[in-house]
DNA sequence: GCACGACCTGCGGGATCCCGCAATCGAAGC
DNA sequence: GCTTCGATTGCGGGATCCCGCAGGTCGTGC
Protein backbone atom coordinates (compact mmCIF):
# COMPACT_ATOMS: atom_id res chain seq x y z
CA UNK A 1 0.00 0.00 0.00
CA UNK A 2 1.41 3.80 -1.12
CA UNK A 3 -0.09 6.62 0.80
CA UNK A 4 0.70 10.48 -0.09
CA UNK A 5 0.64 12.79 2.29
CA UNK A 6 -0.05 16.87 1.41
CA UNK A 7 1.05 18.96 4.49
CA UNK A 8 3.23 22.55 3.77
CA UNK A 9 4.08 22.26 7.40
CA UNK A 10 7.18 20.22 7.73
CA UNK A 11 6.56 19.26 11.32
CA UNK A 12 3.25 18.36 11.10
CA UNK A 13 4.50 16.78 7.36
CA UNK A 14 6.73 14.50 9.79
CA UNK A 15 4.24 13.90 12.48
CA UNK A 16 1.61 12.23 9.39
CA UNK A 17 4.97 10.27 8.17
CA UNK A 18 5.11 8.74 11.58
CA UNK A 19 1.52 8.13 12.25
CA UNK A 20 1.02 6.67 8.91
CA UNK A 21 4.49 3.93 9.37
CA UNK A 22 2.36 3.33 12.85
CA UNK A 23 -0.77 2.85 12.15
CA UNK A 24 -0.41 1.26 8.44
CA UNK A 25 2.53 -1.76 9.22
CA UNK A 26 1.62 -2.95 6.05
CA UNK A 27 2.18 0.46 3.99
CA UNK A 28 5.02 0.02 1.71
CA UNK A 29 5.58 3.84 0.72
CA UNK A 30 4.93 7.16 2.01
CA UNK A 31 5.44 9.78 -0.39
CA UNK A 32 5.28 13.51 0.96
CA UNK A 33 3.87 16.14 -1.22
CA UNK A 34 4.60 20.50 0.34
CA UNK A 35 1.21 22.25 -1.67
CA UNK A 36 -1.79 21.08 -3.98
CA UNK A 37 0.36 21.06 -6.92
CA UNK A 38 3.05 18.91 -6.25
CA UNK A 39 -0.03 16.34 -4.73
CA UNK A 40 -1.63 16.34 -7.71
CA UNK A 41 1.42 15.08 -9.93
CA UNK A 42 2.26 12.76 -7.43
CA UNK A 43 -0.85 10.96 -7.42
CA UNK A 44 -0.87 11.25 -10.96
CA UNK A 45 2.50 9.44 -11.84
CA UNK A 46 2.75 6.64 -9.18
CA UNK A 47 0.05 3.88 -7.65
CA UNK A 48 -1.55 5.77 -4.81
CA UNK A 49 -3.80 3.76 -2.42
CA UNK A 50 -4.54 6.73 -0.38
CA UNK A 51 -4.04 10.14 1.06
CA UNK A 52 -3.92 12.56 3.67
CA UNK A 53 -4.59 15.45 2.82
CA UNK A 54 -4.04 19.49 4.78
CA UNK A 55 -7.12 22.14 3.68
CA UNK A 56 -5.10 24.80 4.22
CA UNK A 57 -1.74 25.23 1.91
CA UNK A 58 -1.08 28.06 0.20
CA UNK A 59 -1.16 28.38 -3.61
CA UNK A 60 -3.44 25.26 -4.13
CA UNK A 61 -5.22 24.35 -1.33
CA UNK A 62 -6.24 20.82 -0.19
CA UNK A 63 -10.12 21.16 -1.16
CA UNK A 64 -8.97 21.88 -4.92
CA UNK A 65 -6.14 19.31 -5.18
CA UNK A 66 -8.33 16.85 -3.93
CA UNK A 67 -11.10 17.91 -6.70
CA UNK A 68 -8.29 17.55 -9.15
CA UNK A 69 -7.83 13.89 -8.09
CA UNK A 70 -11.06 12.59 -7.97
CA UNK A 71 -11.72 13.72 -11.70
CA UNK A 72 -9.50 10.86 -12.86
CA UNK A 73 -9.51 8.36 -9.73
CA UNK A 74 -12.75 9.16 -8.38
CA UNK A 75 -12.72 5.75 -6.04
CA UNK A 76 -9.62 7.58 -4.23
CA UNK A 77 -9.71 7.18 -0.47
CA UNK A 78 -8.29 10.61 1.08
CA UNK A 79 -8.32 11.90 4.65
CA UNK A 80 -9.13 15.36 5.13
CA UNK A 81 -6.57 16.87 8.46
CA UNK A 82 -7.26 20.41 9.16
CA UNK A 83 -7.54 22.98 12.15
CA UNK A 84 -10.88 24.22 11.45
CA UNK A 85 -13.83 23.06 11.25
CA UNK A 86 -15.33 25.97 9.47
CA UNK A 87 -18.69 25.59 7.51
CA UNK A 88 -16.87 26.68 4.44
CA UNK A 89 -14.48 23.98 4.68
CA UNK A 90 -17.13 21.05 5.43
CA UNK A 91 -19.73 22.77 2.53
CA UNK A 92 -16.29 22.80 0.29
CA UNK A 93 -15.17 19.25 1.25
CA UNK A 94 -19.10 17.37 1.07
CA UNK A 95 -19.53 19.50 -2.42
CA UNK A 96 -16.54 17.90 -4.41
CA UNK A 97 -16.27 14.22 -3.00
CA UNK A 98 -17.57 11.47 -5.56
CA UNK A 99 -20.17 9.17 -4.47
CA UNK A 100 -17.96 6.15 -4.83
CA UNK A 101 -15.04 7.62 -2.42
CA UNK A 102 -14.34 6.91 0.73
CA UNK A 103 -12.76 10.27 2.72
CA UNK A 104 -12.76 11.77 6.18
CA UNK A 105 -12.31 14.48 7.89
CA UNK A 106 -10.09 14.61 11.10
CA UNK A 107 -9.07 18.16 13.04
CA UNK A 108 -5.45 18.71 13.87
CA UNK A 109 -6.57 18.98 17.39
CA UNK A 110 -7.31 15.32 17.60
CA UNK A 111 -4.98 12.85 19.59
CA UNK A 112 -2.43 10.73 17.38
CA UNK A 113 -4.73 7.73 18.59
CA UNK A 114 -7.87 9.12 16.76
CA UNK A 115 -5.90 10.04 13.57
CA UNK A 116 -4.03 6.59 13.44
CA UNK A 117 -7.65 5.18 14.21
CA UNK A 118 -8.90 6.97 11.25
CA UNK A 119 -6.21 5.92 8.97
CA UNK A 120 -7.22 2.24 9.44
CA UNK A 121 -10.60 2.49 9.22
CA UNK A 122 -10.60 4.90 5.73
CA UNK A 123 -7.60 2.89 4.27
CA UNK A 124 -8.00 -0.41 5.37
CA UNK A 125 -11.35 -0.59 6.10
CA UNK A 126 -13.29 1.54 3.81
CA UNK A 127 -15.58 3.41 6.10
CA UNK A 128 -15.79 6.84 5.98
CA UNK A 129 -15.12 8.94 9.17
CA UNK A 130 -15.75 11.78 10.63
CA UNK A 131 -14.61 13.65 13.77
CA UNK A 132 -17.67 14.49 15.86
CA UNK A 133 -17.62 18.16 16.06
CA UNK A 134 -17.21 18.15 12.12
CA UNK A 135 -20.03 15.60 11.67
CA UNK A 136 -21.94 18.77 14.38
CA UNK A 137 -21.28 21.94 11.48
CA UNK A 138 -22.54 19.41 9.01
CA UNK A 139 -25.73 18.54 10.46
CA UNK A 140 -26.41 22.13 11.40
CA UNK A 141 -25.55 23.11 7.55
CA UNK A 142 -28.05 20.50 6.28
CA UNK A 143 -31.22 21.52 8.67
CA UNK A 144 -33.17 24.01 6.34
CA UNK A 145 -34.12 26.25 9.02
CA UNK A 146 -30.49 26.94 10.92
CA UNK A 147 -28.45 26.12 8.05
CA UNK A 148 -28.41 28.13 5.02
CA UNK A 149 -29.66 26.91 1.32
CA UNK A 150 -27.80 26.74 -1.54
CA UNK A 151 -29.13 29.96 -3.02
CA UNK A 152 -28.36 31.59 -0.01
CA UNK A 153 -25.29 30.41 0.04
CA UNK A 154 -24.33 32.07 -3.49
CA UNK A 155 -25.93 35.44 -2.68
CA UNK A 156 -23.90 35.46 0.75
CA UNK A 157 -20.51 34.52 -1.72
CA UNK A 158 -21.32 37.08 -4.25
CA UNK A 159 -22.16 39.69 -1.76
CA UNK A 160 -18.49 39.02 0.04
CA UNK A 161 -17.23 39.75 -3.42
CA UNK A 162 -18.71 42.67 -3.82
CA UNK A 163 -20.84 42.58 -6.39
CA UNK A 164 -24.09 44.64 -7.24
CA UNK A 165 -27.18 43.00 -6.92
CA UNK A 166 -27.59 43.78 -10.73
CA UNK A 167 -24.35 41.72 -11.10
CA UNK A 168 -25.37 38.96 -9.26
CA UNK A 169 -28.99 38.81 -10.61
CA UNK A 170 -27.03 38.49 -14.48
CA UNK A 171 -24.60 35.77 -12.97
CA UNK A 172 -26.91 33.53 -11.73
CA UNK A 173 -29.60 34.16 -14.45
CA UNK A 174 -32.27 35.33 -12.29
CA UNK A 175 -33.81 39.03 -11.60
CA UNK A 176 -32.66 41.69 -9.68
CA UNK A 177 -35.79 41.53 -7.54
CA UNK A 178 -34.96 37.67 -7.12
CA UNK A 179 -31.39 38.51 -5.73
CA UNK A 180 -32.97 41.05 -3.07
CA UNK A 181 -35.79 38.46 -1.77
CA UNK A 182 -32.51 35.87 -1.78
CA UNK A 183 -30.83 38.37 0.27
CA UNK A 184 -33.74 39.10 2.72
CA UNK A 185 -33.52 35.86 3.64
CA UNK A 186 -30.26 35.58 4.84
CA UNK A 187 -30.37 38.75 6.86
CA UNK A 188 -32.93 37.02 8.62
CA UNK A 189 -31.11 33.71 9.13
CA UNK A 190 -27.49 35.37 10.26
CA UNK A 191 -30.48 37.55 12.74
CA UNK A 192 -29.28 40.72 11.38
CA UNK A 193 -32.65 42.54 11.67
CA UNK A 194 -32.08 42.01 15.98
CA UNK A 195 -28.77 43.59 15.85
CA UNK A 196 -28.39 46.82 18.31
CA UNK A 197 -30.44 49.78 16.89
CA UNK A 198 -29.17 53.05 18.24
CA UNK A 199 -31.88 56.39 18.53
CA UNK A 200 -30.85 57.59 15.25
CA UNK A 201 -31.77 54.63 12.73
CA UNK A 202 -29.48 51.43 12.24
CA UNK A 203 -26.50 50.97 13.22
CA UNK A 204 -25.17 48.36 10.88
CA UNK A 205 -25.74 48.18 6.58
CA UNK A 206 -26.92 44.58 6.38
CA UNK A 207 -25.24 43.54 3.23
CA UNK A 208 -21.73 44.35 4.89
CA UNK A 209 -22.92 43.39 8.53
CA UNK A 210 -23.80 39.85 6.74
CA UNK A 211 -20.29 39.40 5.02
CA UNK A 212 -18.87 39.80 8.84
CA UNK A 213 -21.11 37.48 10.62
CA UNK A 214 -20.48 34.96 7.83
CA UNK A 215 -16.69 35.35 8.57
CA UNK A 216 -16.84 35.28 12.22
CA UNK A 217 -18.78 32.32 11.96
CA UNK A 218 -16.66 30.33 9.76
CA UNK A 219 -19.41 30.47 6.80
CA UNK A 220 -16.71 32.25 4.89
CA UNK A 221 -13.12 31.89 5.16
CA UNK A 222 -10.38 33.83 3.37
CA UNK A 223 -9.74 30.52 0.99
CA UNK A 224 -13.17 30.48 -0.03
CA UNK A 225 -13.22 34.26 -0.69
CA UNK A 226 -10.01 34.08 -3.05
CA UNK A 227 -11.79 30.65 -4.96
CA UNK A 228 -14.67 32.61 -5.43
CA UNK A 229 -12.61 35.43 -6.76
CA UNK A 230 -11.30 33.67 -9.76
CA UNK A 231 -14.74 31.63 -10.73
CA UNK A 232 -15.66 35.28 -10.79
CA UNK A 233 -12.95 36.42 -13.09
CA UNK A 234 -13.45 33.51 -15.38
CA UNK A 235 -17.40 34.60 -15.65
CA UNK A 236 -16.22 38.43 -16.17
CA UNK A 237 -13.94 37.08 -19.09
CA UNK A 238 -16.45 35.02 -20.40
CA UNK A 239 -18.52 37.56 -20.89
CA UNK A 240 -17.16 40.34 -22.56
CA UNK B 1 18.47 34.20 31.23
CA UNK B 2 14.75 32.99 31.15
CA UNK B 3 12.80 32.52 27.78
CA UNK B 4 9.17 32.41 27.69
CA UNK B 5 7.81 30.67 24.63
CA UNK B 6 3.88 31.16 23.45
CA UNK B 7 2.36 28.90 20.72
CA UNK B 8 -0.46 26.96 20.50
CA UNK B 9 0.93 24.51 18.15
CA UNK B 10 2.63 21.48 19.95
CA UNK B 11 5.13 21.01 17.11
CA UNK B 12 5.83 24.59 16.95
CA UNK B 13 6.68 24.78 20.27
CA UNK B 14 9.01 21.69 20.52
CA UNK B 15 10.99 23.31 17.29
CA UNK B 16 11.09 26.64 19.43
CA UNK B 17 12.10 24.89 22.46
CA UNK B 18 14.98 23.31 20.75
CA UNK B 19 15.87 26.43 18.81
CA UNK B 20 16.20 28.42 22.31
CA UNK B 21 18.40 25.68 23.86
CA UNK B 22 20.77 26.19 20.88
CA UNK B 23 20.89 29.09 20.27
CA UNK B 24 21.24 30.41 23.93
CA UNK B 25 23.21 28.16 25.66
CA UNK B 26 23.64 30.09 28.98
CA UNK B 27 20.15 30.11 29.12
CA UNK B 28 18.62 28.51 32.79
CA UNK B 29 15.13 27.87 31.80
CA UNK B 30 12.94 27.71 28.82
CA UNK B 31 8.49 28.11 29.64
CA UNK B 32 5.80 27.03 27.59
CA UNK B 33 2.63 28.22 27.13
CA UNK B 34 0.00 27.53 25.09
CA UNK B 35 -2.24 30.10 24.37
CA UNK B 36 -2.08 33.87 25.38
CA UNK B 37 -3.94 33.74 28.45
CA UNK B 38 -1.68 31.46 29.79
CA UNK B 39 1.53 33.48 28.63
CA UNK B 40 0.46 36.41 30.44
CA UNK B 41 -0.09 34.73 33.63
CA UNK B 42 3.40 33.45 33.15
CA UNK B 43 5.11 36.05 32.64
CA UNK B 44 3.38 38.07 34.92
CA UNK B 45 4.62 35.48 37.52
CA UNK B 46 8.00 34.71 37.12
CA UNK B 47 11.20 36.51 36.24
CA UNK B 48 11.04 36.69 32.03
CA UNK B 49 14.00 38.10 30.56
CA UNK B 50 12.20 37.61 26.87
CA UNK B 51 9.20 36.31 24.75
CA UNK B 52 9.04 34.32 21.79
CA UNK B 53 5.37 35.12 20.84
CA UNK B 54 3.07 32.96 17.79
CA UNK B 55 0.77 35.55 16.72
CA UNK B 56 -1.95 33.41 15.85
CA UNK B 57 -3.61 31.46 18.55
CA UNK B 58 -7.07 31.02 19.63
CA UNK B 59 -8.69 32.68 22.45
CA UNK B 60 -6.08 35.66 23.04
CA UNK B 61 -3.92 36.14 20.14
CA UNK B 62 -0.13 36.90 20.15
CA UNK B 63 -0.45 40.80 19.89
CA UNK B 64 -3.22 40.96 22.53
CA UNK B 65 -0.94 39.01 24.97
CA UNK B 66 2.39 40.68 23.76
CA UNK B 67 0.23 44.29 24.51
CA UNK B 68 -1.12 43.03 27.86
CA UNK B 69 2.42 41.89 29.25
CA UNK B 70 4.11 45.60 27.72
CA UNK B 71 1.53 47.31 30.01
CA UNK B 72 3.27 45.79 32.97
CA UNK B 73 7.07 45.26 31.32
CA UNK B 74 7.22 48.08 28.67
CA UNK B 75 10.97 47.28 28.52
CA UNK B 76 10.57 43.03 27.79
CA UNK B 77 11.88 41.94 24.43
CA UNK B 78 9.42 40.03 22.52
CA UNK B 79 10.30 38.30 19.82
CA UNK B 80 6.93 37.49 17.25
CA UNK B 81 6.89 34.64 15.11
CA UNK B 82 4.25 34.25 12.67
CA UNK B 83 2.64 32.62 9.26
CA UNK B 84 1.89 35.33 7.52
CA UNK B 85 3.19 38.83 7.00
CA UNK B 86 -0.10 40.42 6.63
CA UNK B 87 -0.15 43.99 7.21
CA UNK B 88 -2.98 43.75 9.55
CA UNK B 89 -0.95 42.47 11.88
CA UNK B 90 2.34 44.36 11.37
CA UNK B 91 0.28 47.24 12.06
CA UNK B 92 -0.89 45.63 15.33
CA UNK B 93 2.63 44.80 16.02
CA UNK B 94 4.32 47.94 15.44
CA UNK B 95 0.91 49.82 17.12
CA UNK B 96 1.12 48.43 20.46
CA UNK B 97 5.30 47.96 20.55
CA UNK B 98 6.52 50.60 23.13
CA UNK B 99 9.41 52.99 22.82
CA UNK B 100 11.69 51.34 24.82
CA UNK B 101 10.97 47.83 23.83
CA UNK B 102 13.26 45.40 21.68
CA UNK B 103 11.44 43.45 19.53
CA UNK B 104 11.39 41.03 16.41
CA UNK B 105 9.05 39.69 13.40
CA UNK B 106 10.37 36.48 11.93
CA UNK B 107 8.30 34.37 9.79
CA UNK B 108 7.82 30.94 10.28
CA UNK B 109 9.14 29.77 6.31
CA UNK B 110 12.50 31.16 7.97
CA UNK B 111 14.93 28.73 8.24
CA UNK B 112 16.11 27.62 11.69
CA UNK B 113 19.36 29.42 11.32
CA UNK B 114 17.73 32.48 11.10
CA UNK B 115 15.76 32.23 13.82
CA UNK B 116 18.52 31.24 16.11
CA UNK B 117 20.07 34.37 15.13
CA UNK B 118 17.06 36.86 15.44
CA UNK B 119 17.00 35.46 18.87
CA UNK B 120 21.09 35.71 19.65
CA UNK B 121 20.16 39.64 18.03
CA UNK B 122 17.38 40.52 20.51
CA UNK B 123 17.77 38.90 23.65
CA UNK B 124 21.59 38.75 24.02
CA UNK B 125 22.64 42.43 22.04
CA UNK B 126 19.29 43.96 22.24
CA UNK B 127 18.62 44.59 18.58
CA UNK B 128 15.57 44.46 16.45
CA UNK B 129 15.32 42.43 13.86
CA UNK B 130 12.32 42.38 11.48
CA UNK B 131 12.43 40.20 8.57
CA UNK B 132 12.70 41.72 5.09
CA UNK B 133 9.64 40.69 4.09
CA UNK B 134 8.35 42.12 6.74
CA UNK B 135 10.14 45.01 6.65
CA UNK B 136 8.84 45.59 3.20
CA UNK B 137 5.31 45.99 4.24
CA UNK B 138 5.83 47.62 7.21
CA UNK B 139 7.68 50.34 4.32
CA UNK B 140 4.36 50.07 2.46
CA UNK B 141 2.24 50.54 5.41
CA UNK B 142 4.07 54.11 6.06
CA UNK B 143 4.01 55.14 2.22
CA UNK B 144 1.44 57.84 1.84
CA UNK B 145 0.82 56.96 -1.26
CA UNK B 146 0.87 53.73 -1.39
CA UNK B 147 -0.77 52.72 2.34
CA UNK B 148 -3.91 53.43 4.14
CA UNK B 149 -3.14 56.69 6.62
CA UNK B 150 -4.72 56.44 10.17
CA UNK B 151 -7.95 57.43 9.55
CA UNK B 152 -8.77 55.69 6.15
CA UNK B 153 -7.66 52.45 8.17
CA UNK B 154 -9.97 53.14 10.67
CA UNK B 155 -13.33 53.72 8.12
CA UNK B 156 -12.09 50.60 6.12
CA UNK B 157 -12.67 48.61 9.86
CA UNK B 158 -15.66 50.02 10.39
CA UNK B 159 -17.48 49.05 6.97
CA UNK B 160 -15.98 45.33 7.42
CA UNK B 161 -17.46 45.42 10.48
CA UNK B 162 -20.89 46.58 8.53
CA UNK B 163 -21.13 49.99 10.46
CA UNK B 164 -23.25 52.29 8.39
CA UNK B 165 -22.25 55.67 7.53
CA UNK B 166 -24.15 57.60 10.54
CA UNK B 167 -22.83 54.78 13.25
CA UNK B 168 -19.23 55.26 12.06
CA UNK B 169 -19.71 59.32 11.92
CA UNK B 170 -21.44 58.62 15.38
CA UNK B 171 -18.67 56.51 16.83
CA UNK B 172 -15.77 58.26 15.86
CA UNK B 173 -16.68 61.84 16.44
CA UNK B 174 -17.22 63.19 13.07
CA UNK B 175 -19.87 64.61 10.39
CA UNK B 176 -21.29 61.38 8.01
CA UNK B 177 -19.97 63.41 5.39
CA UNK B 178 -16.42 63.41 6.47
CA UNK B 179 -16.95 59.33 6.70
CA UNK B 180 -18.02 59.29 2.95
CA UNK B 181 -15.13 61.89 2.11
CA UNK B 182 -12.56 58.96 3.91
CA UNK B 183 -14.91 56.18 2.05
CA UNK B 184 -13.93 57.91 -0.86
CA UNK B 185 -10.30 58.63 -0.36
CA UNK B 186 -10.08 54.78 0.81
CA UNK B 187 -12.17 53.32 -2.43
CA UNK B 188 -9.44 55.09 -4.76
CA UNK B 189 -6.13 53.75 -2.46
CA UNK B 190 -8.56 50.49 -3.10
CA UNK B 191 -8.41 51.05 -6.86
CA UNK B 192 -12.38 49.90 -7.12
CA UNK B 193 -12.91 52.67 -9.14
CA UNK B 194 -10.87 50.74 -12.02
CA UNK B 195 -11.92 47.38 -11.80
CA UNK B 196 -13.95 46.23 -14.75
CA UNK B 197 -17.27 47.47 -15.79
CA UNK B 198 -20.05 45.70 -17.45
CA UNK B 199 -22.26 47.11 -19.93
CA UNK B 200 -25.44 47.82 -17.28
CA UNK B 201 -23.81 49.89 -15.02
CA UNK B 202 -21.07 49.10 -12.26
CA UNK B 203 -19.85 44.98 -11.19
CA UNK B 204 -19.00 45.83 -8.08
CA UNK B 205 -20.67 47.70 -4.73
CA UNK B 206 -17.73 49.88 -3.79
CA UNK B 207 -18.40 49.39 0.07
CA UNK B 208 -18.62 45.74 0.20
CA UNK B 209 -16.08 45.65 -2.35
CA UNK B 210 -12.93 47.25 -0.05
CA UNK B 211 -13.72 44.80 2.21
CA UNK B 212 -12.81 42.25 -0.21
CA UNK B 213 -9.77 43.55 -1.44
CA UNK B 214 -8.81 44.76 1.88
CA UNK B 215 -9.34 41.30 3.13
CA UNK B 216 -7.38 39.75 -0.11
CA UNK B 217 -4.41 41.97 0.53
CA UNK B 218 -4.08 41.14 3.91
CA UNK B 219 -4.91 44.73 5.28
CA UNK B 220 -7.50 42.67 7.19
CA UNK B 221 -7.58 39.63 8.73
CA UNK B 222 -10.12 37.51 10.92
CA UNK B 223 -8.28 38.20 13.90
CA UNK B 224 -7.86 42.22 13.27
CA UNK B 225 -11.76 41.80 12.56
CA UNK B 226 -13.20 39.84 15.64
CA UNK B 227 -10.61 42.55 17.71
CA UNK B 228 -12.67 45.16 15.89
CA UNK B 229 -16.07 43.69 17.25
CA UNK B 230 -14.86 43.09 20.47
CA UNK B 231 -14.28 46.87 20.49
CA UNK B 232 -17.52 47.63 19.03
CA UNK B 233 -19.38 46.05 21.50
CA UNK B 234 -17.82 48.08 24.43
CA UNK B 235 -18.71 51.06 22.68
CA UNK B 236 -22.38 50.24 22.05
CA UNK B 237 -22.58 49.21 25.69
CA UNK B 238 -21.33 52.68 26.60
CA UNK B 239 -23.41 54.50 24.60
CA UNK B 240 -26.74 52.94 25.84
C1' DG C 1 2.05 87.36 7.15
C1' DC C 2 0.96 84.18 3.58
C1' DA C 3 0.57 80.34 0.64
C1' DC C 4 -0.06 75.52 0.61
C1' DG C 5 -1.91 71.09 1.63
C1' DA C 6 -4.77 68.00 4.36
C1' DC C 7 -8.93 67.40 6.49
C1' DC C 8 -13.76 68.34 7.74
C1' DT C 9 -18.37 69.92 6.46
C1' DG C 10 -22.98 71.29 4.11
C1' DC C 11 -25.84 70.95 -0.12
C1' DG C 12 -27.86 68.46 -3.60
C1' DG C 13 -28.80 64.82 -6.77
C1' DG C 14 -28.63 60.36 -8.88
C1' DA C 15 -27.98 55.47 -8.14
C1' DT C 16 -28.44 51.65 -5.31
C1' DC C 17 -30.21 49.08 -1.68
C1' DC C 18 -33.90 47.31 1.56
C1' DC C 19 -38.41 45.70 1.87
C1' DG C 20 -43.79 45.16 2.06
C1' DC C 21 -47.44 43.59 -0.92
C1' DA C 22 -49.24 40.65 -4.26
C1' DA C 23 -49.42 37.69 -8.42
C1' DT C 24 -47.32 33.79 -10.83
C1' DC C 25 -45.07 29.33 -11.57
C1' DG C 26 -43.41 24.58 -10.63
C1' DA C 27 -42.82 20.56 -7.83
C1' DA C 28 -44.29 17.51 -4.27
C1' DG C 29 -48.03 15.16 -1.67
C1' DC C 30 -52.78 13.21 -1.03
C1' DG D 1 -57.10 16.95 -10.01
C1' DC D 2 -56.33 19.75 -6.21
C1' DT D 3 -53.77 21.79 -2.59
C1' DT D 4 -49.72 23.39 -0.40
C1' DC D 5 -45.39 25.26 -0.14
C1' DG D 6 -41.33 27.38 -1.78
C1' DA D 7 -39.13 30.30 -5.22
C1' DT D 8 -39.45 34.02 -8.57
C1' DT D 9 -40.93 38.43 -10.23
C1' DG D 10 -43.10 43.26 -10.74
C1' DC D 11 -44.38 47.62 -8.48
C1' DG D 12 -43.43 51.21 -5.57
C1' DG D 13 -41.46 53.86 -1.95
C1' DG D 14 -38.33 55.17 1.66
C1' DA D 15 -33.62 54.98 3.36
C1' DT D 16 -28.94 54.76 2.43
C1' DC D 17 -24.95 55.27 -0.23
C1' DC D 18 -21.76 57.51 -3.66
C1' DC D 19 -19.95 61.67 -5.18
C1' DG D 20 -19.13 66.53 -7.37
C1' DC D 21 -18.84 71.21 -5.83
C1' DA D 22 -17.73 74.70 -2.72
C1' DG D 23 -16.46 76.77 1.57
C1' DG D 24 -14.21 76.43 6.11
C1' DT D 25 -10.45 75.19 9.56
C1' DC D 26 -5.88 73.98 11.18
C1' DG D 27 -0.96 73.23 11.06
C1' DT D 28 3.46 73.64 8.41
C1' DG D 29 7.01 75.99 6.10
C1' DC D 30 8.83 80.00 3.67
Known sequence: MNILIAEDDPFHRA???GTVREALPGCEAVLEAEGGEQAVKL???NRIDGVVMDIQMPEVSGIAAASKIWETRPDMRILFWSNYSDEAYV???SRIVPKEAVYGYVLKTASAQRLGLAMMGIFLEDQCIIDR????VQQRAMDLHEGLSNTE?????????GLTDKAIAARRGISTR????????LYEK?????????????????RARAVALALSRGL???ESMSLGEAKLRRWLEKGQ
Open 153 to 161: FEVLTDIAL
Open 133 to 136: EVRG
Open 43 to 45: ARD
Open 220 to 222: LNL
Open 178 to 185: SVQSRLKQ
Open 15 to 17: FLA
Open 91 to 93: RGV
Open 190 to 206: LGIDQQPHDDEGPVFNS
